[in-house]
């Protein structure tokens, strides 16, 4: 069974800089496509970033060259390394497992960016 926990989320000021994790269980990070997603209060779930199977990384235009994904097979765990946070970046942030159109989604991580 499939399972992803997120975790690193936290406060911090506007500028600084946060490392969130996804471990998963059940699959390899290496074979399906990763993704970071966030939902602000009232907003949409967005896409930020991810990373395919041969490692090829995209990123939403409101976070390319800030954030950066990366992941660690042997861990089982993908990265999203947030630098130079801004207040509107305030969102769970979600990871999503992709195979042959089956996703699986972790429970989220609550990032708050003070102004």
């Known amino acids: 069974q499939v399972q992803l926990v997120e975790s690193g989320g936290g406060l911090v000021q506007s500028g600084g800089s946060l490392r969130l994790s996804c471990v998963a269980s059940g699959m390899l990070v290496n074979l399906n496509t990763m993704d970071w997603y966030r939902q602000a209060p009232g907003k949409q779930r967005e896409f930020i970033a991810s990373i395919t199977s041969p490692g090829n990384t995209n990123y939403a235009d409101s976070v390319k060259g800030r954030f950066t994904i990366s992941r660690d097979t042997a861990k089982k765990t993908v990265y999203l390394e947030m630098n130079s946070l801004k207040p509107e970046a305030t969102a769970v942030y979600y990871c999503?497992?992709?195979?042959?159109?089956?996703?699986?989604w972790g429970q989220g991580t609550q990032v708050t960016v003070s102004s």
């Open positions: 999503r497992s992709l195979r042959y159109g089956r996703q699986h």
